[in-house]
Each structure stands twice: as structure tokens, then as C-alpha cells.
């Protein structure tokens, strides 16, 4: 069997029990550990039966235990670079890309030289280590922390695999950081404990419940960042946030009384999804 018959087959059984087809393709090109390019390159060669037979029994993976494409592959590509992913750490969103494209775009226009940036709650260390990346030719510091000790071998890990210099520390929010920064961005979690029965069973079962739900309706993070951030923010510090879709108001109320100024940004699906703070 081609690439090609394999990834049409697997389409059939996915579409069969409901599934996103386009699994199937993606899935493949993971599996071979190949880029986008090449693997389309390449959809006539044959797969050998090793490959026919892990390909096949990861599809059924995902039609009977619902196990999504980062955790079957075990890996996710985010702005375009390859990340590890595994039970300890949130699987990378697309939305967090727009809000490190936001952050970069801060950076090109500050004009600043060595600014140090922290990401709190780096999880996987997509933030973090993509600004590095990103801003390479830049003399920037890029500090990373987490609660997850777990979390943070794999952001660590992931580092090591893109080759991002960053300083990872282990900390409960602020507890360990010791340093102002020039820029403060976070994706903490913002999910209001509430919400859990409206959530699909495929982010419960695969997503660490630490990195999603938290206390106060979403906002305990939030609140204890934006309350305490003077500490570590220099004086003309900023801080960017990934939102939820309905936290906008609750945001804007939070930086008016801690005497910050918030603008909030729409993803590309027209939703609340990133904040941008800065002092009054
Ligand atoms: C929504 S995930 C974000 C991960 C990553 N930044 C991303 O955008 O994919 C939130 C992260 O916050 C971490 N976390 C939970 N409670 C924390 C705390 N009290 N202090 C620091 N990090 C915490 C979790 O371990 C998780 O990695």
C-alpha cells in the first residue's frame, strides 16, 4: 500500500465513526517524521508493513480512545518549529501563536536593547522558547517557570530540540522569580472549574487538569499575576495575556484596579483572546 491508499483508507474509517478526516494526513506525515513538503513529495512510495501496521493501529487509537494527534505522535508543530509533547504538559494551541506574534511585534517596535522577558506557566516552553527563537538575533534574556517539575523537563527538553536559550525556573506564579522583566507574558490556566461539563472529552482525558482549570470563576491566576506583577515588572513594563473568550470585561476591571491600562486583541476567529497591559 502507497502512502497515498493508506491515508485515503484511513480517511474512509474516520469519516465512518465522525471524525476529522484531514487526522489522517497529518497523523502520516508525523508518524514518518517528515516535513510538510517532502511528505507531499512523496504520497506515491510505498509504506513498509512496520509502518502500514503503526499507522493503522494509531487511527484506531484515535477512533476508539479518541487520542489526539500531539499525544498519538507525541510531538506538535507550533510556528512552525517541533515541540514535545506529553501527558504533563498542554498540548500546544494555535491561538498562542497569535499571541507570541503580538509579543514579537511589541519587541521589533520597542526598540529596546536587552529587554527580559518572563513567561510564566511555560507548560511545554512554546512561549518561551518560539520568542528566543524568533527574536534570535536580539540580545534578549528569556526566563521560563512553572510548578510542574515535570512540565518543566519537557520544556527543557524542548529547548534542547530547538535550540532556545532560556532559564527555566520552578516556581508557584512569582514564588522563586527574583528579577524585573521588560515584558511579563503568560497563558496560565483560565478555565473556571464550571466549565468542566461543557468540555469535550478528548482535552479531559489528554490535558493536564493543572495546566487548564482555575479557581475564582478562571481568573486566580490572572488576579495574582496582575496584583503582584509590579514587583517584578520594570517601571514601564507590560504584561500580555492569552484570554479566554469571555474574560474580556473581567480583565479590563482587573487592570483598572491595579492601575494598569488593558487592551484586549481578537484571534483570527473573531474572539476575545489576548490582553495587552501596561501601567497608567
Ligand atoms: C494553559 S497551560 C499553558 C502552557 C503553555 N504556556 C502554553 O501556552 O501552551 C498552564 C501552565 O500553568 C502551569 N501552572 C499551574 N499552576 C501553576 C502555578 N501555581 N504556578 C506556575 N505555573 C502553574 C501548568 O503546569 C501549565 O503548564
Not at 501563536?97 to 512554546?126: P, Q
Not at 489528554?206 to 481568573?219: I, K, N, Q, R, S
Not at 514601564?236 to 484596579?257: C, H, N, P, T, W
Amino acid at each position: 500500500m502507497n502512502r497515498r491508499q493508506a491515508i485515503t483508507k484511513a480517511c474512509l474509517l474516520l469519516r465512518r465513526q465522525g471524525k476529522e478526516e484531514s487526522l489522517a494526513k497529518f497523523l502520516l506525515m508525523y508518524m514518518l517524521d517528515e516535513s510538510p513538503q517532502l511528505f507531499s513529495n512523496s504520497l506515491s512510495e510505498q509504506l513498509s508493513k512496520e509502518e502500514e501496521d503503526k499507522y493503522f493501529s494509531l487511527i484506531e487509537k484515535h477512533i476508539k480512545e479518541d487520542v489526539p494527534l500531539s499525544h498519538l505522535a507525541g510531538f506538535e508543530y507550533f510556528y512552525d518549529r517541533k515541540f514535545k509533547v506529553t501527558k504533563d504538559v498542554l498540548s500546544p494551541r494555535m491561538e498562542t501563536e497569535e499571541l507570541i506574534y503580538k509579543v514579537i511585534e511589541y519587541v521589533k517596535m520597542s526598540n529596546k536593547n536587552n529587554l527580559k522577558i518572563l513567561d510564566l506557566c511555560t507548560g511545554s516552553g512554546i512561549i518561551a522558547i518560539t520568542i528566543r527563537k524568533e527574536l534570535e538575533n536580539l540580545s534578549l534574556e528569556v526566563v521560563a517557570s512553572d510548578i510542574s517539575e515535570a512540565a518543566l523537563k519537557v520544556a527543557k527538553e524542548n529547548a534542547i530540540l530547538n535550540d532556545g536559550d532560556v532559564k527555566f525556573i520552578q516556581s508557584d506564579i512569582f514564588k522563586n522569580i527574583n528579577d524585573k522583566f521588560d515584558i511579563i507574558v503568560s497563558n496560565p490556566p483560565y478555565i473556571a472549574y464550571d466549565d468542566k461539563v461543557t468540555m469535550e472529552d478528548n482535552v479531559l482525558n489528554y490535558d493536564p487538569h493543572l495546566a487548564l482549570f482555575a479557581e475564582e470563576g478562571g481568573m486566580y491566576f490572572y488576579r495574582e499575576i496582575v496584583e503582584n506583577a509590579k514587583q517584578y515588572l520594570k517601571e514601564d513594563g507590560v504584561i500580555f495575556f492569552e484570554i479566554g473568550y469571555d474574560q474580556r470585561e473581567k480583565m479590563l476591571k482587573l487592570a483598572k484596579s491595579n492601575e494598569f491600562i488593558a487592551e484586549v486583541y481578537k484571534d483570527l476567529n473573531g474572539r476575545d483572546r489576548m490582553a495587552f497591559l501596561k501601567r497608567i
